[in-house]
């Protein structure tokens, strides 16, 4: 949503006490925001993977859910508002297992792992996600892989924490 408030933060994740508002021109440089993801898991094994809706940057292309925490909001709050928000898929703080975090441009992006039982009932915001998806890990990896249908950004976020996020997907909760 534009106009969202995110605080900023140096590289290593200590708040610097000043905010910036989603949409404003001139990010500074030097500082960051904190943008988390959610791998959810089903029993099953199965990942959800959500396909980004068409009026949204890199539309059309699939990811799992993520979004900038708020200000105010820690990155594992914000992981599960995100994720909440986009497929209706409720999760506990405590639920989430963190995988990585990488240092983008702008961004600390912040990977996590959360379990869910059974089959859980997808409610899309239609405004973030036009699809959705079960499906094999592997198969969410060949998405993201150069050339594939993932979001651009997750090519080098799988790249990297690709196979650390298969070892928490492959073990059990």
Known sequence: ??????????A?????????????????????????????VRGDGLVLMTKRAAMKD???????????????????EGAVRELEEEAG???????LEFVGRLV?????????????A???????DPDEVCESAWVPFAEALQRGAAGGDMAGPWVPRLAQLGAR?????AADG
């Open 118 to 124: 059974g089959d859980p009932v997808l409610t899309l």
């Open 1 to 10: 949503m534009d106009g969202e408030l995110w605080d900023l933060t140096d």
């Open 165 to 169: 996020l298969g070892e928490l997907v």
């Open 12 to 40: 290593a994740g200590n708040p610097t006490g000043e905010r910036f508002r989603r949409g404003d021109p001139d990010f500074p440089s030097g500082v960051f925001h904190v943008v988390a993801s959610v791998c959810v």
């Open 58 to 76: 890199w539309p059309l292309c699939w990811e799992f859910p993520a979004g900038s925490a708020l200000s105010g909001e820690s990155s594992a």
């Open 89 to 95: 898929v409720r999760v506990g703080v405590d639920e």
């Open 104 to 116: 983008e441009r702008q961004a600390l992006f912040d990977l996590y792992v959360a379990r869910v």
